[in-house]
């Protein structure tokens, strides 16, 4: 029985992808190409990345393992784009590489403006590194807060390319009007204020505004929008980012549950029944922070034209 057996032809098996729509392997100096393996080099990568930072960023001693957010989370997203490029053929990095640089830009200044909400709300503090007090410090800074928007994106792209997705692309329309759309933008600039005036007791508010404003901007604009999807009664953009933001957040309290530079949290009424570091009812903040995402993402791409670019697919399009 076991000189039947082709063992090459199956350890090949486990690993070697027979789907055509991936890109061969090209080696320099090799005359062909080898075949398709379990992940693209960038998902190795990726999986390399992890494998150093993240020993690195649980380690007791030394300031300097702060450094090590970057190269995890970018380790973390080439992975996850790796993944994508495996089930589907296609990928952000793939499609669009300067979409994927100007989500690394965008997230910048993103974060930054939750930062300073965070000034009037105090909900977390970090713990483990100094204040930022020079040019080099903020660049540091950023250069972490970059990772928010291509990780969201990734890990939603990832989602909406398994099967289960197809079921939300038939549920019930919502349809808005013109003037119920520049009434929800006008609630989200107006819940920014409340915000600010009531933090204790509104603080929940900062995961939220952001959607209210930009997406029916964009919806107002022609630029892709959540709510131009659900008036189809298409509702697998909003799970998908939805729950892309919530599993990016998971791997953002495990990672910093140990982690010599991490942050804790205070969010009042809410804190209690802490996974990692994180009160249970904190994580219901990551959904809508997934849509605002998108949406702030689409309005800052849409400025520039290049709306097009960055259409993530879902399980259930039609081939273009």
Same mark, same amino acid.
């Given at each position: 029985?076991?000189?039947?057996?082709?063992?090459?032809?199956?350890?090949?098996? !486990?690993?070697?992808?027979?789907?055509?729509?991936?890109?061969?392997?090209?080696?320099?100096?090799?005359?062909?190409?080898? #075949?398709?393996? =379990?992940?693209?080099?960038?998902?190795?990568?990726?999986?390399?990345?992890?494998?150093?930072?993240?020993?690195?960023?649980?380690?007791?001693?030394?300031?300097?393992?702060? &450094?090590?957010?970057?190269?995890?989370?970018?380790?973390?997203?080439?992975?996850?784009?790796?993944?994508?490029?495996?089930?589907?053929?296609?990928?952000?990095?793939?499609?669009?590489?300067?979409?994927?640089?100007?989500?690394?830009?965008?997230?910048?200044? &993103?974060?930054?403006?939750?930062?300073?909400?965070?000034?009037?709300?105090?909900?977390?503090? &970090?713990?483990?590194?100094?204040?930022?007090?020079?040019?080099?410090? &903020?660049?540091?800074?950023?250069?972490?807060?970059?990772?928010?928007? *291509?990780?969201?994106?990734?890990?939603?792209?990832?989602?909406?390319?398994?099967?289960?997705?197809?079921?939300?692309?038939?549920?019930?329309?919502?349809?808005?009007?013109?003037?119920?759309?520049?009434?929800?933008?006008?609630?989200?600039?107006?819940?920014?204020?409340?915000?600010?005036?009531?933090?204790?007791?509104?603080?929940?508010?900062?995961?939220?505004?952001?959607?209210?404003?930009?997406?029916?901007? #964009?919806?107002?604009?022609?630029?892709?929008?959540?709510?131009?999807?659900?008036?189809?009664?298409?509702?697998?953009?909003?799970?998908?980012?939805?729950?892309?933001? !919530?599993?990016?957040?998971?791997?953002?309290?495990?990672?910093?549950?140990?982690?010599?530079?991490?942050?804790?949290?205070?969010?009042?009424? =809410?804190?209690?029944?802490?996974?990692?570091?994180?009160?249970?009812?904190?994580?219901?903040?990551?959904?809508?922070?997934?849509?605002?995402?998108?949406?702030?993402?689409?309005?800052?791409?849409?400025?520039?034209?290049?709306?097009?670019?960055?259409?993530? *697919?879902?399980?259930?399009?039609?081939?273009?």
């Amino acid at each position: 029985m076991l000189s039947r057996l082709d063992l090459k032809a199956s350890l090949e098996g !486990l690993v070697v992808i027979s789907d055509e729509r991936l890109p061969v392997r090209r080696i320099p100096l090799r005359e062909k190409p080898i #075949n398709r393996y =379990f992940l693209p080099y960038r998902g190795l990568l990726g999986l390399l990345l992890i494998a150093i930072a993240w020993p690195l960023s649980w380690a007791q001693s030394g300031t300097a393992l702060q &450094y090590t957010f970057f190269p995890l989370w970018l380790g973390f997203i080439l992975s996850v784009d790796g993944l994508v490029l495996r089930r589907t053929g296609t990928s952000l990095i793939v499609r669009s590489p300067k979409i994927v640089a100007a989500m690394f830009v965008v997230a910048m200044p &993103y974060w930054w403006m939750f930062e300073g909400i965070n000034l009037v709300t105090e909900n977390w503090v &970090y713990i483990g590194s100094e204040e930022n007090t020079d040019l080099l410090d &903020y660049l540091e800074s950023s250069l972490a807060f970059s990772v928010v928007i *291509p990780a969201v994106f990734e890990v939603s792209e990832l989602i909406g390319s398994f099967g289960f997705m197809k079921r939300f692309s038939r549920l019930p329309a919502l349809v808005f009007s013109r003037g119920q759309l520049v009434l929800i933008a006008s609630l989200g600039a107006l819940s920014l204020i409340a915000l600010l005036i009531w933090p204790d007791a509104l603080f929940p508010v900062t995961w939220l505004f952001l959607f209210f404003i930009f997406d029916p901007i #964009n919806r107002l604009t022609g630029r892709p929008s959540i709510a131009a999807q659900v008036e189809r009664g298409d509702w697998r953009l909003a799970v998908a980012f939805g729950l892309g933001a !919530l599993v990016c957040g998971f791997f953002w309290e495990m990672w910093n549950n140990e982690a010599t530079v991490s942050w804790e949290y205070n969010i009042g009424y =809410f804190d209690f029944a802490r996974i990692f570091e994180m009160p249970l009812m904190g994580y219901g903040g990551y959904l809508p922070f997934g849509l605002e995402t998108y949406a702030v993402f689409h309005f800052v791409v849409g400025l520039l034209g290049w709306s097009s670019d960055s259409h993530v *697919p879902m399980k259930g399009d039609e081939p273009s």
